[in-house]
C-alpha cells in the first residue's frame, strides 16, 4: 500500500504512459498544474462542478526568470503560461466539449498566483486588459463566479493607488509593477462583469460559498470550508470569526499586513479525506515583526489534522512552522514550487521530522531546481517521491482513500507518469 505503481486495478486508465484518467462522477479530483512560472489548480468536485484555484504566470523578460533561480517553462516557452493552463482544463475538463468554470479563485494579488502585467502579454480586443495567468485563462474558457479576497472595494489593508502608499514607495519598482497588475485585474473585472459573471469577496467561515452546483443534494458528504483571509478566521463554531490583525488604522505602511498573510485559506473535504490550501500564509516571523504575522499557528488551531496540505508558501522560510506542521501533520504533502528557495532548507527538515510528528509521510514537487539540490544536497531527492510534474490527488467518491498521480509536464498530453497509492483517508 501506498507504493508507487505502474497500475492499480481500482484506478481506470492508470497505465504509466496513458492519458489522465478521466474524472467520473464522486470523485474529487485536484490538479496541481505546472507551468513553472506560478500555482495553478483545477479542481472537479464530486458532482462535476469545476474551480479554477489561482494561475500564476512571472514576467518573461525579467534577469530572475532566465536564471538558475527560476524553474524553466512547463512544457516548453512556445506559448505563455495561460495558454498551457486553459489547455489543459479543457482536456481534463468533465465537459470537454462545453469547459465552463463554475468558480475561479484568486486567493492573492500577487504574480505567481494571478499573473504579472508584463510586456509580452497580449492585450484582449475587447476588454482592453492584458491576458496573463488568471486574467488569461478566464478570459478563455467561460466563468460563471470569481471569488477573490479584496471585492469590491480593493481597499485592504489601503488601496495601492491611494496617495500615501504612493508617497511611501514614491519610484520603488516592485510597487510599481503590483500597481500594474492590480490595475490590469481590475480592468479584467469590469468585462468579465459585462459577460455576466458574478464576483464576490471570500466570506470566512462560509460552507456555501463553495458549494456543489450540477447536483447540490447529491453528495452530502462534501464540502468546501473557507477558513481565512485578510486575517478574518474561522472561529471552529459554525460561521463565527475573528480578526487576526490589529486596526490598520493604528499601523504604519510598514507594518501593514502582508499580501501573503492576507491570503484566502481553504478545506476541502469529502468524507474522511481533508485537503488544506493555505495559498502563501506565513507562520515565522521575520526579525523583529509582531506575533501576529505568524498566521499558520491560529489557522492550525481551527483546522486540526489533514489528509494532504499544500506547502504554504511554496515552501518558502517563513512557512511550516513546527505547531502548524505537527496540528496538520499531513500523509501527503504537495508543493508547488518554481525557485531555488522553495523549500527552505529548515522547512524540508520539519516537513521529514519524525520528532514533530511520528508517521510516513509522501512529499511531492511540481519543479525540485539543481539549485536546490546543490544547496540542501542528496536529502532532497531521498525526501521527495516526485520532483516535476503535474500532480493529480484523486480521492473516491466516499473520501475513504485517495491516489497521488504525477502527470508528465514535459509534453502537452500530459500522460500519466506514476501512480501512487491507495492511501486510507484518516
Known amino acids: 500500500m501506498n507504493d508507487k505503481t505502474d497500475r492499480h486495478s481500482d484506478l481506470p486508465c492508470a497505465r504509466v504512459g496513458d492519458a489522465i484518467p478521466p474524472w467520473r462522477e464522486g470523485c474529487l479530483d485536484l490538479h496541481h498544474i505546472n507551468t513553472g512560472a506560478g500555482d495553478a489548480g483545477f479542481f472537479i468536485l464530486p458532482d462535476g462542478t469545476t474551480l479554477l484555484f489561482d494561475a500564476g504566470e512571472l514576467d518573461p523578460t525579467t534577469e530572475r526568470y532566465n536564471s538558475p533561480r527560476q524553474a524553466a517553462p512547463k512544457p516548453d516557452g512556445s506559448r505563455r503560461p495561460f495558454e498551457w493552463i486553459s489547455d489543459y482544463i479543457r482536456r481534463v475538463h468533465p465537459t470537454p466539449q462545453d469547459p465552463v468554470l463554475d468558480y475561479a479563485i484568486l486567493t492573492h494579488f500577487h504574480e505567481d498566483h494571478l499573473g504579472e502585467a508584463h510586456t509580452r502579454a497580449p492585450t484582449h480586443p475587447k476588454g482592453g486588459f492584458l491576458k496573463t495567468g488568471f486574467t488569461g485563462v478566464c478570459s478563455e474558457l467561460p466563468v460563471k463566479k470569481v471569488i477573490d479576497r479584496g471585492h469590491p472595494a480593493y481597499d485592504y489593508p489601503i488601496r495601492l493607488d491611494s496617495d500615501r502608499l504612493k508617497g511611501h514607495f514614491r519610484e520603488n519598482p516592485a510597487f510599481k509593477a503590483e500597481l500594474r497588475m492590480i490595475e490590469n485585474y ?101 526579525i523583529g515583526d509582531p506575533e501576529w504575522t505568524d498566521v499558520e499557528s491560529p489557522v492550525a488551531e481551527v483546522v486540526g489534522p489533514v489528509d494532504v496540505q499544500v506547502l504554504n508558501h511554496h515552501g518558502y522560510r517563513n512557512t511550516q512552522n513546527q505547531d502548524f506542521t505537527r496540528t496538520l501533520s499531513p500523509r501527503v504533502f504537495v508543493q508547488q514550487n518554481w525557485s531555488a528557495d522553495q523549500p527552505g532548507h529548515d522547512v524540508l527538515l520539519r516537513m521529514i521530522s519524525e520528532k514533530i510528528y511520528p508517521g510516513p509521510r509522501d512529499l511531492f514537487a511540481t519543479n525540485m531546481l539543481d539549485a536546490n539540490r546543490h544547496v540542501i544536497g542528496p536529502r532532497i531527492d531521498s525526501a521527495f517521491r516526485s520532483t516535476s510534474g503535474h500532480i493529480l490527488v484523486r480521492v473516491e467518491p466516499d473520501g475513504r482513500r485517495y491516489w497521488v498521480l504525477i502527470l508528465d509536464d514535459s509534453d502537452p498530453r500530459s500522460h500519466l507518469k506514476e501512480v501512487f497509492g491507495p492511501y486510507a483517508a484518516r
Open 186 to 286: 481590475l480592468r479584467f473585472l469590469d468585462w468579465i462583469q459585462s459577460k455576466g459573471t458574478t464576483v464576490e469577496a471570500f466570506r470566512p467561515g462560509a460552507l456555501d460559498q463553495i458549494s456543489l452546483q450540477k447536483r447540490p443534494d447529491g453528495f452530502p458528504d462534501f464540502e468546501c470550508r473557507i477558513v481565512c483571509a485578510n486575517g478574518e478566521l474561522w472561529s471552529g463554531d459554525q460561521g463565527e470569526t475573528r480578526q487576526l490583525f490589529p486596526d490598520v488604522e493604528t499601523l504604519e505602511i510598514a507594518r501593514f499586513p502582508s499580501e501573503n498573510a492576507c491570503s484566502a485559506v481553504t478545506l476541502f473535504k469529502v468524507g474522511k479525506f481533508t485537503y488544506f490550501n493555505g495559498a502563501d500564509i506565513p507562520g515565522i516571523p521575520h
